[in-house]
């Protein structure tokens, strides 16, 4: 039997991170021969590469393909152009352009593309993030499913966030969880919400927050749990959070209990998972709160124990906050 | 009746042009207040930013859909990252590193896949590119045909081509014309040829003869047809290029007449065409034969008269080579 890619991998669970680790380990990442490799941070949200003059160059890049591609509060534009904004400013840097290109089915409607490419604009004008070069294709009926935006993006630093994370940091998001899912959700599954995305650059906060903390991710795809089973595994520490504490709108609440999905998998497209020492966590706290009130000090980091790696404690008791997997999911982005 | 993304905007003629004129004057270019934007370049191959130290940053992206996506001689994976590099290169810059972003189609074959990311890999470890971010989407059956693969990159030189061109400055072509287009059709509509795609990087032909040179492109979608129309319409200048002197294999002409289509406005995804000042054409020429023995000087620049822009001079006489549009161009990339 052949062998073919499935739908799991895709996911922002467990299958998936082994889909793409059997064929990155495999890439050409430069030469590294005496050290000199110029490029590092590959699994990172951007790579980043030693420019002459010591200032960090940033890279990264993302396809976004969304059903449905207009929702409420937003459109693919915003996920594409904020989210290619957002891995370049939580890698601490300043985004300096982005490439924008688009893959079309023919007969999509040009008034809706319109929408799409009004939003495009009007985020990079007011975060003054320019779009610099790209691409367009246009491609025949059934070639694609109506629009597929890619969005690269380059981003200078004079220093990124590397600092070691250690028992004792605190993590601390920058506002409320799951309204991107569940704005969609409500979309597709057609029940009535007041909720609308999160999606939008995360640039502003990061720039108040960047000197002050060690660690930022925007937790997109996979939700908290994603990332913050991804942040105990590769630093392998314990991180447990406290449930009361994460941020969470009564309307997010109840949707999710409704659907019966689990609200910590899924999408945010215009938040922070941040760690810092625990001595800045009440300044960064303050920072983020100017633009979100609901931002808040979720957990800590531990030193690694038996127990397992994210624990989640709750008013019952402590459980495992575990990896996203297969079609637990669902796939929304 | 509502208006709809039509298929003709995407061929690499007219109608492309137009279609992304109307979007591309829209969108946010950078801050030119004061003149200090420090990109430009935007309708270039890659677009241009002057870093900190001097030395220019290119950005470029391009995102690849090809059926079929294995063809005699290569696949989709050729056309990502040589079509990448070539647009760095062609600026006159070094690559220093791509994005690799896969959109995959649920129950694409393991072993076809592992086909293209060798592919990739190969180039990229060849030319010591290094692929050093990169973004993996698998979507639902019916979302895509297939695979789409965007591939952006960076580079960095100390100058860019940008000399103005002249009347009298020669034009010259690094190789074959259409052999990509006709080793696509031939799979496409299964006839035999000996045919392969010329895809590959033109970074080492660049890196001979680009401190001689003005202007380099890579004829890709439209072919030469294409883009000697552009480079007529922008500069106001008329080009006079020789038939005779054009090459193209035997092969690739039989095929292209009996398929009855314009050899000169299907893609190439190996070649240059290049501008120089009359006085480094021999010696350019000379270098770019070390690569391939069927490179030739094609024709020359003229001062702009009424007869037309892009001049073909045949044994039979003078013809317009005007600037594919429709479907006369058969989409193959």
Redesign the interface.
Known sequence: M??????E??NGGLE?AQ??NS??N??????NENGK???SN?SND??T?K???K?I?C?????Y?V?PYIFPGGNIGDLAVSGTINDLAVMGCEP??L?????????????E??II??T??RI??EF?V???????????K????KI?I?T?G?GIAKKILCDKILPGDKIILSGGIAEHGVALLSKRFDFETNIVTDSKPVLLEMREIRDKIKFAKDPTRGGIASILNEIADEYSLKIVIDEEKIPIKKEVKTATKLLGIDPYSLANEGRILIICDSKNAQSVLKDLKKFNTMAEIIGEVEKLDKVGNVILKTTLGSRLLSMPSGKIVP?IC
């Open positions: 052949k062998k073919i890619v499935s739908l991998s895709g998936m889909f793409l064929f990155t495999k890439l050409y990442r430069g030469n490799n110029l490029w590959f951007s790579a590469y420019l002459p003059n200032d160059l890279f990264t890049t993302d396809s393909t059903s300096i352009g490439s924008l290109s688009l893959i079309i089915e023919e007969g999509f409607e040009l008034d593309l319109n490419l009004d495009i604009n990079a004008n003054k320019p779009i610099v070069t790209g691409d367009t294709k246009v491609v025949e059934g070639s694609v499913d597929i890619n690269s380059v796939r």
